[in-house]
């Protein structure tokens, strides 16, 4: 299975941001450079602003803060990011098809070749025999498998994944994390996660986040090779460790 | 099968009701007919009453299609346009203060004895549940979805088509169906007010002749046929929103 591999994989720079999250301090001076070309998952407790870091990355209007982000030189809010969240966001009026081809219509972009990419992915991911299937006749890992493959036809150099497999059941969730890892290489992928095993499997650097306001309580750095085994010396060494992390205090 | 066997139940307990009421209380023919001189009355008239009944029918359809299409028109630019929505919406809500049915003997002087006040009529009940039901669905669309939309970079237009319309669909559905459900009392208490054709003019002419057993065929034929086109508008709705499992009317 070919990886997608976008051309010149921004880093992504928070400089001293700051933000107020309902008259309280989520973000004080936060600064936080996340690598070009690699995945980053951000590890932390309910609520200490993991997704709204991604929103920032993403270029949400509805958050104003201060301080400076840039996607290399460039401010956030260009089209230089995809994302994929919990909730898969398929459209239900829609085929699977044409969900995977959803951003192309939106901007009246839709070519034979894009099409032409779809099936390819759509067959790649194993979902051949559903192209022309509504989002209802879907599995839930069929669903997030095309909601990945929707975030992927944006061939984006910046992935931003919030929590895409947690509603799913352990082994549609390890096979679509394989799915995730191999056809994102090259990306700027930035994965928010709850669990310290994905977040193992998947990552190149893993930022753990803690406190309140919240602040980078440790950065594990793992190099390449995801997706790892769950048996893999990277994964089993530095679980436990990363658990207690989580579990010991350090936290919101 | 089941449906048209419990719809056929429902009318024979109906009629079987309706025909204890009338021996019970032992109403004259000129107070409550029977459910037998009524349909003996139907079968004895129904050439003039298919007549009236096709007038009636035409200022029904045309107030449901110009009610429905204004309805949908205006949500979408209230949507569209903030600015239209400031000035829309108040004048919208203050419009419902006033009853429609009170507006009838303006609007035949308006528009004269013929269709197209009981047409205008039809319409402004039509409305405002058209309007409301499209303008409130489409404000509650997934504000993810719409995020979503954002970030891909979507043109605003495709977002209204391929996004915000269809998200609405269920609730515009809603609206159409009691719009579907009102448009015959629109044009009933036109043909009231002025006319010289329809059902709602044959059933005052019946009434004023003390012919109540033609009346209550009128009245039966309407109700019938305000039924079916009650059925027929769900079942449009259905195949409308056709990713949702079937939510229409059950019998």
Same mark, same amino acid.
């Given at each position: 299975?070919?990886?997608?591999?976008?051309?010149?994989?921004?880093?992504?720079?928070?400089?001293?941001? !700051?933000?107020?999250?309902?008259?309280?301090?989520?973000?004080?001076?936060?600064?936080?450079?996340?690598?070009?070309?690699?995945?980053?998952?951000?590890?932390?407790?309910?609520?200490?602003?993991?997704?709204?870091?991604?929103?920032? /990355?993403?270029?949400?209007?509805?958050?104003?803060?201060?301080?400076?982000?840039?996607?290399?030189?460039?401010?956030?809010?260009?089209?230089?990011?995809?994302?994929? !969240?919990?909730?898969?966001?398929?459209?239900?009026?829609?085929?699977?098809? #044409?969900?995977?081809?959803?951003?192309?219509?939106?901007?009246?972009?839709?070519? #034979?070749?894009?099409?032409?990419?779809?099936?390819?992915?759509?067959?790649?991911?194993?979902?051949?025999?559903?192209?022309?299937?509504?989002?209802?006749?879907?599995?839930?890992?069929? *669903?997030?498998?095309?909601?990945? %493959?929707?975030? $992927?036809? #944006?061939? *984006?150099?910046?992935? %931003?994944?919030?929590?895409?497999?947690?509603?799913?059941?352990?082994?549609?969730?390890?096979?679509?994390?394989?799915?995730?890892?191999?056809?994102?290489?090259?990306?700027?992928?930035?994965?928010?996660?709850?669990?310290?095993?994905?977040?193992?499997? $998947?990552?190149?650097?893993?930022?753990?986040?803690?406190?309140?306001?919240?602040?980078?309580?440790? /950065?594990?750095?793992?190099?390449? !090779?995801?997706?790892?085994?769950?048996?893999?010396?990277?994964?089993?060494?530095?679980?436990?460790?990363?658990?207690?992390?989580?579990?010991?205090?350090?936290?919101? | 099968?089941?449906?048209?066997?419990?719809?056929?139940?429902?009318?024979?307990?109906?009629?079987?009701?309706?025909? %204890?009421?009338?021996?019970?209380?032992?109403?004259?023919?000129?107070?409550?007919?029977?459910?037998?001189?009524?349909?003996?009355?139907?079968?004895?008239?129904?050439?003039?009453?298919?007549?009236?009944?096709?007038?009636?029918?035409?200022?029904? $359809?045309?107030?449901?299609?110009?009610?429905?299409?204004?309805?949908?028109?205006?949500? /979408?630019?209230?949507?569209?346009?903030?600015?239209?929505?400031?000035?829309?919406?108040?004048?919208?809500? /203050?419009?419902?203060?006033?009853?429609?049915?009170?507006?009838?003997?303006?609007?035949?002087?308006?528009?004269?004895?013929?269709?197209?006040?009981?047409?205008?009529?039809?319409?402004?009940?039509?409305?405002?549940?058209?309007?409301?039901?499209?303008?409130?669905?489409?404000?509650?669309?997934?504000?993810?979805?719409?995020?979503?939309?954002?970030?891909?970079?979507?043109?605003?237009?495709?977002?209204?088509?391929?996004?915000?319309?269809?998200?609405?669909?269920?609730?515009?559905?809603?609206g159409v169906r009691v719009a579907t459900a009102v448009a015959p009392i629109g044009a009933i208490v036109g043909e009231w007010v002025g006319s010289s054709a329809g059902l709602g003019f044959y059933m005052l002419h019946a009434n004023a002749r003390m012919q109540i057993d033609v009346m209550f065929a009128a009245l039966t034929l309407l109700a019938a046929v305000s039924l079916l086109l009650y059925f027929l508008v769900?079942?449009?709705?259905?195949?409308?929103?056709?990713?949702?499992?079937?939510?229409?009317?059950?019998?």
């Open positions: 299975m070919a990886p997608l591999t976008p051309l010149q994989a921004p880093a992504i720079v928070f400089d001293r941001v !700051g933000l107020d999250f309902s008259g309280k301090p989520l973000f004080r001076d936060l600064s936080l450079r996340l690598e070009g070309g690699q995945s980053t998952c951000i590890l932390g407790p309910s609520g200490c602003g993991k997704s709204t870091l991604l929103k920032l /990355i993403a270029g949400s209007t509805a958050l104003p803060y201060s301080g400076a982000i840039y996607l290399d030189t460039t401010p956030p809010g260009g089209q230089q990011v995809a994302w994929m !969240g919990q909730n898969d966001l398929l459209l239900p009026w829609l085929t699977l098809l #044409e969900n995977v081809l959803l951003g192309a219509r939106l901007r009246h972009e839709l070519t #034979e070749t894009r099409r032409h990419r779809a099936v390819t992915l759509i067959h790649e991911a194993g979902l051949t025999w559903y192209e022309q299937a509504l989002p209802n006749a879907l599995s839930g890992g069929m *669903r997030q498998r095309a909601a990945l %493959l929707r975030t $992927l036809m #944006e061939g *984006r150099p910046v992935l %931003l994944m919030d929590e895409p497999f947690s509603a799913l059941d352990a082994l549609t969730r390890f096979r679509l994390q394989n799915l995730a890892a191999r056809l994102t290489k090259g990306a700027t992928v930035i994965l928010v996660t709850h669990d310290p095993l994905e977040a193992l499997r $998947l990552a190149d650097r893993i930022i753990v986040l803690a406190g309140a306001p919240v602040q980078i309580a440790e /950065i594990l750095e793992l190099g390449g !090779g995801a997706p790892r085994d769950p048996g893999d010396p990277a994964v089993t060494s530095r679980y436990p460790h990363l658990l207690s992390l989580l579990m010991n205090g350090k936290t919101a | 099968m089941k449906a048209a066997l419990r719809l056929c139940l429902i009318t024979a307990g109906l009629l079987t009701l309706w025909q %204890l009421l009338v021996l019970l209380t032992r109403a004259p023919t000129y107070i409550l007919p029977g459910p037998m001189p009524v349909a003996k009355a139907l079968i004895t008239h129904l050439p003039l009453l298919s007549k009236h009944l096709g007038t009636t029918l035409t200022e029904i $359809l045309i107030g449901l299609l110009l009610g429905t299409l204004l309805g949908t028109s205006s949500a /979408i630019a209230m949507i569209v346009s903030p600015l239209l929505k400031r000035w829309m919406l108040p004048v919208l809500v /203050i419009s419902q203060a006033i009853p429609v049915f009170a507006l009838a003997p303006v609007l035949v002087l308006w528009f004269g004895y013929g269709m197209a006040s009981k047409i205008a009529m039809a319409v402004l009940i039509i409305f405002f549940p058209v309007t409301s039901s499209f303008y409130y669905g489409m404000q509650r669309t997934d504000p993810d979805l719409l995020e979503l939309a954002r970030i891909m970079g979507a043109k605003p237009l495709a977002v209204l088509r391929i996004i915000i319309i269809p998200s609405a669909l269920p609730a515009f559905a809603a769900d079942h449009l709705l259905d195949r409308l929103i056709y990713w949702q499992p079937q939510q229409g009317t059950t019998l």
